[in-house]
């Protein structure tokens, strides 16, 4: 074992000496970046997932190969609220149930399904986070691990501004050589949030925010789980790079479609979807235009 380890740092510090010498001799330049995937390529990487009719179907079959047991629903919800973060307005989720109902696991197994440039992952963060992260929050997912990392205030103010405006602009003093300075900081969204928690309702005003999904918690679906861990596991055969290029090909270029249905929603008058509720009332805002907008089919 003790060999074993010495002939890995060896190995190590022969690579890390190489890549000192291939910076020192591009003049201390960093690597240029791959060059993008063409769009050509990228369809061809997806394959029969962009055609496919019924790939949420597809999807929940893929998502229990891959481990997940009885959350299929709330997987595809997960699985196109994600894909929405290519709107101007992103849909952003809040998981409730019990402790270690399987809210994290949930989202786990769907994210597996997306590319890392889709999301970042925080399990909490310190209330001016937000403002001072260097992550790029254009089209991409906030997933904050339990709802209780985002109690404070400040950033539970921060959060709602960037996914309620698309955009947060804070303004600091800071000391300078020429003295107290202020500086202007913006951080440019769409943005959109997924968390978890065990408590039945959030702060009202991230509640209004956030469409909530909860996770079954009944005496078949703990049977189904234990039958699960019980069985032999089998291999994951979920072909992941095939789903993160259909993403990265939505990314690529605008992908408008008609929703034929949206006029009669918004005008509905059922008692779940009154249209006198904040949310109902954001949610036509933003979906009328869609009605008449003409675009591509293929999506």
């Not at 061809?44 to 997932?49: F, I, K, N, Q, S």
Request: proline share 6%; hydrophobic share 40%.
């Amino acid at each position: 074992m003790i060999d074993t380890f010495k002939q890995a740092c060896k190995e190590a510090d022969k690579k890390r000496t190489a890549d000192r010498a291939a910076k020192k001799a591009n003049g201390g330049a960093k690597p240029e970046p791959p060059p993008p995937l063409r769009i050509e390529d990228l369809e061809v990487a997806a394959g029969d997932l962009i055609s496919d009719p019924d790939f949420l179907t597809r999807l929940s079959i893929e998502v229990e190969n891959a481990g997940l047991v009885g959350e299929t629903s709330n997987a595809k919800i997960l699985y196109l609220a994600v894909t929405s973060r290519l709107f101007e307005r992103p849909v952003s989720i809040a998981i409730k149930g019990v402790s270690s109902g399987g809210k994290s696991f949930t989202v786990e197994q769907v994210l597996k399904f997306f590319p890392l440039a889709a999301y970042f992952v925080r399990t909490g963060m310190s209330e001016r986070a937000i403002i001072y992260s260097t992550e790029d929050y254009r089209h991409r997912f906030i997933i904050l691990f339990e709802a209780a990392g985002m109690s404070s205030d400040m950033m539970s103010y921060l959060i709602r501004t960037l996914l309620s405006e698309g955009r947060v602009v804070y303004e600091v003093v800071e000391k300078t050589k020429l003295g107290l300075r202020p500086r202007r900081i913006e951080k440019e969204g769409p943005t959109g949030l997924i968390t978890t928690t065990t408590a039945p309702k959030l702060h009202p005003e991230n509640e209004t925010r956030l469409l909530s999904l909860g996770v079954i918690d009944t005496p078949d679906q703990t049977r189904a789980v234990m039958q699960a861990l019980a069985a032999a596991a089998a291999a994951n055969t979920v072909n992941y790079p095939q789903w993160h290029a259909l993403q990265t090909w939505l990314a690529a270029d605008q992908r408008e479609v008609v929703v034929p249905f949206a006029r009669t929603f918004c005008g509905g008058t059922s008692n779940c979807c009154s249209p006198s509720s904040a949310p109902m009332r954001s949610f036509t805002e933003e979906a009328e235009p869609a009605i008449t907008r003409a675009g591509s089919s293929r999506w």
